[in-house]
């Protein structure tokens, strides 16, 4: 399904044993992790795209902690997947959503990011999903239809080609955080379901949606993983004990 990334060609990408090649030649190496890199020159807007390595190592230990626990699990039930679906996450970070919900249900599993630290976490953590490096806000370097299931959890949003890589009457789910989420760390946020549904409006319908919320009791150290892994924090002061609000609008669309 892969796609070759290299302008004006785009023809289908063949796996050889440590590589990827299509029909004009142009080659990309596989990972020793198992992951493809597949971004360009002109795809980056710099030389480390995407998420820092420590940031990541914070959402790691968030999530294995448990705090995001409840939101995986109101993806999961929204998201009603089966081990027939192909599903790609785009922007899929250090892989949890797409791993954890492919080993639960056993569905073909593809996930892209332009980090490249993240994804190679992903690939060491997830080895039965196939991780590839690109920039999905340009190119989702995968052929048309390919994927039942279009994933983009707190991600970038790029209608176009979600709509182009998912099958006819495919599902697309999309979370976007909720304005109470992170509240005590960076204040009410806005409420983006309005926009967001408008940005798919085009290719898409919204089949369902709801608004899942949870409280964690962090300890300083935690809350301090949170601090170094978001955006914006508006709390300059060194982390303390506390309870954080975790929220996520979920939006279920159907292609069209």
Known sequence: MLLCPVRDCRLALVREA????????????????GYVN????????????????A???ARRRLHDGGATGPLLNAIAEMLGASAGDMVLDA?????????????????????????IPAVDAAARRY????????NADRFVPFADGSFSIVLSITARMNASEFRRVLRENGRLLVAVPAPEDLIELRGAGRDRVARTVETFARAFTLANQRRVTTAADLDAA???????????????TP??????TFSLDLLLFRAV
């Open 222 to 236: 935690a809350v301090h993983d949170v601090l170094h892994s978001i955006y914006r924090p508006i709390r300059s």
């Open 18 to 33: 440590r590589r990827v090649v299509c029909a004009r030649g142009h080659s990309f190496d596989v990972a020793r992790s």
């Open 91 to 115: 922007g899929c970070g250090d892989g949890f959503y797409l791993g954890s919900l492919a080993r639960r249900t056993g569905f073909s599993a593809h996930g892209v990011d332009i980090s």
């Open 239 to 244: 982390a303390e004990a506390m309870q954080l």
């Open 127 to 134: 080895p039965k999903c196939e991780w590839i490096v690109a």
């Open 55 to 57: 940031a990541l190592a």
């Open 38 to 53: 597949l971004l360009q020159p002109q795809d980056r807007r710099s030389k480390q795209p995407g998420d820092t390595v």
